[in-house]
């Protein structure tokens, strides 16, 4: 789910919501970036969110970027910690992560402010895997 275009406290609940019900039974991810243009209440609102994703037992949450750092820190003061809760500086440093550790089946959601940079984290993901040996002549690729 690649809604890394806009986000506010809102749009940023409803999303994890959404998350939860529609991965029940299945591993979830939350990729997460800043909520900009909040103002004073960034570090309250951002909080919040990290609280939100514990409470909903979202499997696996991935914070990026310095400006939703507190995000990151709630969460882990609300009980998530090791795998469950990481917090990565770029969205390169998020790449890596998820496609080393992504599986299928996953339902993964990304969301930030547009700026942040997740929704090409997110294209980027969807890509298929690079392969470093040509195709065999007459092969079909799917």
Not at 14 to 34: C, E, H, I, Q, S
Not at 110 to 138: C, M
Request: hydrophobic fraction near 40%; proline fraction near 4%; charged fraction near 25%.
């Amino acid at each position: 789910i690649n809604d890394a275009y806009n986000a506010n406290p809102e749009s940023m609940r409803a999303a994890l919501r959404t998350l939860a019900d529609l991965g029940r039974g299945r591993r979830t991810w939350a990729v997460l970036g800043a909520m900009l243009e909040l103002g004073p209440d960034s570090i309250r609102e951002h909080t919040a969110v990290g609280t939100q994703v514990v409470r909903l037992n979202i499997s696996r949450l991935v914070v990026v970027g310095r400006e939703a750092r507190a995000l990151y820190v709630s969460a882990v003061q609300e009980g998530s910690w090791g795998d469950e809760c990481v917090f990565a500086e770029t969205a390169d440093d998020a790449y890596a992560l998820l496609n080393a550790e992504l599986e299928p089946g996953d339902l993964v959601l990304f969301k930030s402010s547009n700026s942040v940079g997740l929704r090409h984290l997110g294209d980027r993901i969807a890509l298929p895997p690079q392969t470093t040996e040509p195709a065999d002549e007459g092969s079909e690729l799917l």
